[in-house]
């Protein structure tokens, strides 16, 4: 403690830090502390005037390289030039990397190891998947005027470009601008083989970078001969066919080694859109195509016109195929189904059942088509897609787009898009879980969640109604209430639930914000067909092995659906939902013979109008858009999606005999029917059951009679009957007739 008495000096005299440090009192000082102060001044000093020094030498040393006039405008540029490519090139390589990794398998020249023949839910075959491409034939004997017509029409400047043609890709753009629409494609055959190797068809931003890449990717590891050779093995031709090699073989049955020029000139057409241009589905358009790559061939200077006239006035003759489109969408998909139930079972060569009913897949395909074709350019809607099941999930049609062989996309299975008011459902039923009933009084005033408030289609509030009535006018703001009111979490859980996975919590969320697959959301109404019971959508019935050995049976190995929501709260939405359709924005869509139910789902700008709806056989959900993403002319989901939608679902049900959805009262025509197959079923049980089939099916207590036939004489034969079936025939050609004359022998073939 320091004395006060006497300052710097503790009670016993000696020297306090201070005292010490500054000698107080007498003696010599520990430290100078004048002479500190000016060292560091006349350092301090000496170092600014060293720094200025060294400045202007500096200056002085890039003064020398001060430029004027001209070459400083060249130097800017070029400095300029150098920065702005350093960070595209940094973008681009960011753009790449995606593109990179796609490639960056060993396996990517091989054609998988799946070898699927898919049979209609009766047995019968409706093409193939897998390692089933042509490409036995080399290029050197591939005739050269199919090469010559390929290049002239795809690509003529492919021996000469880097995998990207950029003089054809401007050419291409200037064409399509004046005209206003795209007539010409810019793609090289290159970076349509980057397609058809690694990337969905989808037509995005994304997918162009990525294949102009994947191209440049391609040039530095194959030759061009090696390029053309596999984009004519792998190109798709139209008819199930891929390959030049199978195409020649399924519309002139021969091989391609064999075509003439008008032949070739056909084929060389059909890369463009070959459903479009295929013979067999159109042959005027087919013909008018030929001649283009023919003209393509004297412009490009490969052949002289009196080379070619040979070709015009003899046009190439196809076989006659009587045999119906392949439901390729669906194909597709189900070889993923394929590949995800026989992973790790070493099974690779098999033939799966599949759940497809072709009568309805063509009814489909006519719905879809028929009103694209009516309403496309007036509405400004370029796709759509259909998903059909029953109410356990067997998908019996499914179209992916308005036409496969210009895109192959699936946008039934794979095109997330926002749902908008379709979405309401899934609301709706946790509402009613949590007390709610059709007829609670609800207020259709403003609400609000943190900045953002919706408003309703019509503008304006009606005040108070029931429940029911918000949903059949689809009241926007009571639906962001009632997310609200009984939590969005629980929302969420329930559409989990029922597999869908694309929606997130947000404020907007009851209004379907976000995407969902056409599959997914038809998927997640049967729950409210069958209900209340848990679905999941599937498309393979039973797979069988190269052997004839059952591998795989959704009956067998699939487990039983659980009741996974309470069957009251599902007939209380079906009621609602039927009031959408008999009074509400689902009008269009009434049937005659039955009372359906659904929602009608459009999104801002119009981008997405669907409709969703069920009877109690079939649970359908159908889609209109662009796949840009830009607006349609006002379409809604209770006009074009539900006209569709009724278009296909009256060709559907061929009869009135099937019961009535959960809470929904049977229809007059349905109560007559079922009392006359009931009354039928007394007297002739047989009858009775062939009588609720729909045409083209066989009867339940037949397919059971077959059935066991089979497995007695399979047990009788022995392994002769194996050999036998294992051995090619020497008399395919008769063996067709005779299944032709007997489609009941080919169709019993699934039944072992």
């Known amino acids: 403690m320091v004395d006060q008495g006497e300052p710097g000096r503790t009670q016993n005299g000696a020297l306090t830090l201070s005292d010490w440090i500054y000698r107080r009192g007498g003696g010599a000082r520990l430290i100078n502390w004048l002479a500190v102060d000016s060292w560091l001044d006349s350092s301090l000093y000496q170092a600014w005037l060293g720094f200025k020094d060294w400045w202007a030498a500096l200056v002085a040393f890039f003064a020398r390289f001060r430029l004027t006039g001209a070459r400083r405008v060249i130097n800017e540029l070029a400095s300029e030039t150098f920065t702005l490519g350093l960070g595209g090139g940094m973008v681009m390589l960011a753009l790449a990397l995606p593109a990179f990794e796609i490639v960056d398998r060993d396996d990517w020249l091989a054609t998988g190891k799946y070898s699927v023949v898919f049979l209609d839910r009766y047995g019968n075959e409706i093409g193939k998947r897998g390692i089933m491409l042509n490409d036995s034939v080399p290029l050197e004997e591939i005739p050269d005027y199919l090469i010559k017509a390929t290049l002239a029409t795809e690509d003529r400047r492919f021996f000469s470009h880097f995998g990207i043609d950029i003089w054809g890709t401007l050419r291409a753009l200037l064409e399509n601008v004046r005209a206003n629409e795209v007539r010409q494609g810019g793609s090289s055959i290159t970076q349509q083989l980057a397609k058809n190797l690694f990337l969905t068809p989808e037509r995005s931003l994304e997918r162009k970078i990525k294949e102009a890449f994947i191209a440049l990717w391609l040039e530095t590891h194959l030759t061009k001969k090696q390029i053309l050779k596999l984009y004519l093995d792998r190109a798709y031709m139209g008819g199930g066919a891929f390959g030049v090699e199978a195409a020649s073989q399924f519309y002139f049955n021969k091989s391609v080694r064999d075509v003439t020029l008008a032949e070739a000139a056909l084929l060389a057409g059909l890369y463009k859109a070959p459903t479009r241009y295929a013979p067999h589905i159109s042959l005027a358009a087919s013909r008018l195509r030929t001649n283009e790559v023919l003209d393509n061939l004297v412009e490009a200077g490969f052949m002289t016109e009196g080379q070619v006239q040979g070709a015009r006035k003899n046009p190439a003759q196809i076989v006659e195929r009587s045999t119906p489109d392949a439901p390729n969408w669906f194909l597709d998909w189900a070889f993923e189904e394929v590949q995800r139930l026989l992973a790790g079972r070493g099974e690779f060569v098999v033939t799966a059942r599949t759940t497809i009913d072709m009568r309805l897949q063509e009814a489909a395909d006519t719905a879809v088509q028929t009103i694209l074709g009516q309403y496309s350019r007036a509405r400004n809607v370029k796709q759509a897609a259909l998903v059909s099941m029953e109410p356990d999930g067997a998908v019996v049609a499914m179209v992916g787009g308005r036409d496969y062989g210009e895109s192959k996309f699936n946008r039934a299975a794979h095109a997330k898009r926002q749902p908008g008011s379709s979405f309401k459902p899934y609301v709706y039923l946790t509402a009613l879980q949590n007390g709610y009933r059709p007829n609670t009084i609800v207020v259709d005033g403003p609400v609000s969640c943190g900045r953002w408030s919706p408003r309703n289609y019509s503008g304006g509030y009606r005040g108070r109604m029931p429940l029911v009535t918000a949903l059949a006018k689809s009241i926007n703001t009571v639906a962001v209430k009632l997310s609200l009111k009984v939590g969005r979490d629980k929302v969420l859980e329930n559409v989990r639930k029922m597999g869908i996975v694309g929606p997130r919590k947000s404020c907007s969320m009851a209004l379907g914000d976000k995407g969902i697959t056409p599959l997914e959301h038809t998927g997640g109404y049967a729950h409210f067909a069958n209900g209340g019971k848990e679905v999941r959508p599937y498309g393979i019935l039973e797979i069988r092995n190269s052997k004839g050995e059952l591998i795989y049976s959704h009956e067998r190995d699939e487990p039983k659906p659980r009741q996974i929501f ?40 119009y981008k997405d109008g669907w409709f969703m709806g069920y009877t109690g056989k079939y649970v359908t959900g159908v889609w209109f858009g662009n796949d ?54 007394r007297t002739n049980p047989v009858a009775a059951e062939a009588s609720g089939e729909e045409k083209g099916a066989m009867a339940k207590v037949t397919r059971k009679i077959l059935r066991r036939l089979v497995m007695e004489l399979k047990t009788a034969r022995g392994d002769d009957r194996r050999d036998k079936a294992s051995t090619p025939s020497k008399h395919p050609k008769k063996d067709r007739r005779a299944s032709a004359q007997h489609p009941s022998l080919a169709r019993n073939t699934s039944l072992e």
């Open 628 to 681: 840009n993403f830009r607006p349609t002319n006002r379409v809604t989901g209770g006009s074009l999606p539900a006209m569709t939608w009724k278009l296909y679902m009256v060709a559907a049900h061929q009869n009135a005999a099937f019961p009535a959805i959960p809470g929904l009262p049977l229809h007059p025509q349905q109560a007559a029917e079922l009392a006359r197959v009931a009354a039928l079923r």
């Open 566 to 605: 309470d069957p009251e709260h599902i007939r209380m939405l079906n009621y609602m939902l039927g009031q959408v359709v008999a009074a509400g924005t689902g009008r269009r869509a009434q049937l005659d013979f039955t009372y359906a139910a659904g929602k009608t789902g459009t999104t801002s700008g």
